[in-house]
């Protein structure tokens, strides 16, 4: 039953897209579980640069992928994104869960409207989809597709609450749009609607590899991070198991991704955050600008109570750090080893806005490493990656008693460097013999 979650341990593009196609040479499945298109997964192979928010990242590879329950749908956004792949020789295989939640244009509205300027949302109406599925009767999943009934009775529901909103002018013609596109998304999914929970569960039971790829990251968790500022899922680990319909106990390992430093799009604390030249140039030579939204990224510091934090949360077994290649040229870097907050230490960040608004970062400061040829770097593996990198590593894995097993050095696939023990681990795990 091999099975391995990506989960984000930061503020989301963490980098999860690349580290997931990375993995899923080895992978049967890709499964995402959570979020909706306000996440945007980048794959960098065979010279085109795939910028994917719904369809799993595995798909880039030709591997089955799964849309699981706990995600926000828009079939709109899926739609574009499948003909996008196809567009480029791709033909992916993919299924989406009956019970997944339907984000309709309405929610984009509301999103547009009142949540994105205070928490700065992706505008993507993720929050106001789940908000509809927590209430029950406004909430529409992808099986109503084909229960035009049930349509009719939340659009009812719905016209109302618009109209009342003033996003609504004619309740009648309103519904008669919604159910014209419920009537094309209907056909339009034919094709790609099933059961999730019972393909993953079988999938497993039958030893094939699951990669859970989580969107978002845990500090964006709805109720483990920087609440109000957090999205509105659970990216955490636990969320594979209400977002799939699976037992914690088939969960096998847990890779945490985080950059080499932290960056935060939209509203919300950033304890480690830099302002002025320095975040200038991490921020243009990372390319830090939103894959969905495009907004500049805020940048800061590696941040280990934030980590030691989120590795409590999510149970990870090993890390996966990324963009190594950004600080390269730095004479000195620093890393937050604790937080002090009222005259007291934290060695783990507390998620609470209040206490985190007053975190003084204690750093410690390590030697950098210098540019290079990162192809050359690539060919001569582990070891031959730089020193100061290889220390600042060591550092980290000392420090949050957790093995780096995969490194980033590109945004290119073949910019990844495996650790000697990741093949110990895919063997550990039955996906390779040798
Ligand atoms: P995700 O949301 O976690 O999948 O991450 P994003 O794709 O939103 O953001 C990560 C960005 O960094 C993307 O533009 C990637 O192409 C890029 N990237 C990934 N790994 C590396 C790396 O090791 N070095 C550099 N320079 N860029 C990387
Ligand atoms: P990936 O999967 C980074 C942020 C938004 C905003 C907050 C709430 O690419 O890592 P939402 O639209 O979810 O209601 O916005 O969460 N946010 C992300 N930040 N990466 C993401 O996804 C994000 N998805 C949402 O910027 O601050
Ligand atoms: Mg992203």
Partial sequence: MPSLVVVGMQFGDESKGAVVDYLAEWADLVVRYNGGSNAGHTVVAGGHKYKLHLVPSGSVRGKLGVIGAGVAFDPEVFLEEVQALRERGIE??????????????????IDSLIHGGKLGTTKRGVGPAYQDKMSRITGLKVMDLYD???VKDVLSLKAEELEFRGIVKDRDSF???????????????????????LLVNEALSQGKFVVFEGAQGTMLDVDHGTYPFVTSSNPITGGVCTGVGLSPKLIDRILGVSKAYTT????????????GDLAAVIRDRGGEYGTTTGRPRRVGWLDLPMLR?????????????????????????????????????????????????KAEPVYEELDGW?????????????????????KYLEF??????????????????????PSPRLKDVLREMGVITQ
């Fill in 92 to 109: 992916p295989n993919l299924v989406v869960s009956l019970k997944a939640s339907l984000v309709m244009p309405y929610h984009k509205e």
């Fill in 309 to 357: 934090y989120s590795k409590l949360v999510n149970g990870v077994d090993y890390l996966a750090i990324r963009k190594l290649d950004v600080l390269a040229g730095l004479e000195r870097v620093k890393v937050a080893v604790s937080y002090e907050i009222d005259g007291q230490e934290y060695r783990i960040a507390p998620p609470y806005v209040r206490e985190l608004e």
């Fill in 175 to 197: 519904i008669q749009e919604m159910m014209s596109l419920i009537e094309r998304w209907a056909q339009a999914l034919e094709d790609y609607v099933g059961d999730d929970t």
């Fill in 370 to 390: 210098e540019e290079g040829d990162w192809e050359e770097v690539v060919r001569g593996g582990w070891e031959a990656q730089p020193k100061g990198a290889l």
């Fill in 264 to 275: 935060r799009v939209g509203a919300g604390p950033f304890p480690t955050e830099l302002k």
């Fill in 396 to 417: 980290l894995e000392r420090e949050l008693e957790t093995p780096v097993l995969i490194t980033g050095w590109g945004p290119q696939r073949e910019l990844t460097i």
């Fill in 148 to 150: 035009r009934r049930r």
